[in-house]
């Protein structure tokens, strides 16, 4: 690891123009000197099947190389239908495979949740940490990252707008920062 973290975003929701990006894009602008935060496209792996492990498609070996090259990895989805978009379920399973390579194994994690209702995708959220734990990847709990009435948060330009929004997205930027370096080899 260098001084700052690299820290792996993965956008739960495949909408160019939707608020997960949204708030992918302002993490990545208001990181600054805590931590390189680069998106991992997600939107253009096969479905998982093991039997096309025996050739594996190119976009699979790209995407498990760009995820292992990561100290952390921070999640944020919308929520579907109680639980996590299934591009965003597919590329943490074709991480996890073959069996006994997964990238995920003992990597820091963070998640925030986003949703323009009420509940700020609660549900995936916590769906989502059931698959954390199965996969051995010490995530943060505080401060937990349930964003709702999302839309509201961003101006016409979509950029987070000052306010209570933007400084608690700039204070969990700091906490997964620091999560990720507590699980990364000091700097010599
Ligand atoms: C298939 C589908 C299921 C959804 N289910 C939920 C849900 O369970 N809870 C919720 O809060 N919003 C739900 N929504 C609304 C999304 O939270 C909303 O569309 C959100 O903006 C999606 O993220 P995006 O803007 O980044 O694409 C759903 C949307 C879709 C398309």
Redesign the pocket.
């Known amino acids: 690891m260098t001084k700052h973290p690299a820290i792996g975003i993965l956008v739960g929701?495949l909408?160019a123009s939707?608020?997960?990006?949204k708030f992918g894009n302002a993490i990545q602008q208001l990181g600054g000197d805590r931590g390189r935060f680069t998106i991992i496209e997600i939107g253009d792996l096969p479905l998982y099947n093991p039997d096309r492990e025996a050739e594996t498609p190119p976009a699979w070996t790209a995407f498990r190389a760009a995820v292992a090259a990561q100290d952390g990895i921070l999640f944020i989805t919308?929520?579907?239908?109680?639980s996590v978009p299934a591009p965003l379920k597919n590329a943490i399973d074709v991480g996890s495979r073959p069996y006994g390579a997964s990238v995920w194994a003992g990597k820091p994690a963070a998640i925030l949740s986003?949703?323009?209702?009420a509940?700020g995708?609660f549900?995936?959220n916590h769906h989502l940490r059931q698959s954390l734990v199965f996969l051995d990847m010490p995530t943060l709990q505080q401060p937990e990252a349930y964003i709702g009435h999302?839309?509201a948060l961003f101006d016409d330009k979509g950029a987070l707008a000052e306010g209570s929004g933007k400084t608690f997205v700039d204070s969990f930027i700091t906490a997964v920062a620091a999560w990720v370096k507590r699980f990364s080899p000091p700097v010599v």
């Open positions: 929701s909408q939707g608020l997960t990006r919308p929520e579907y239908n109680r986003q949703s323009p209702g509940l995708g549900g995936a999302s839309a």
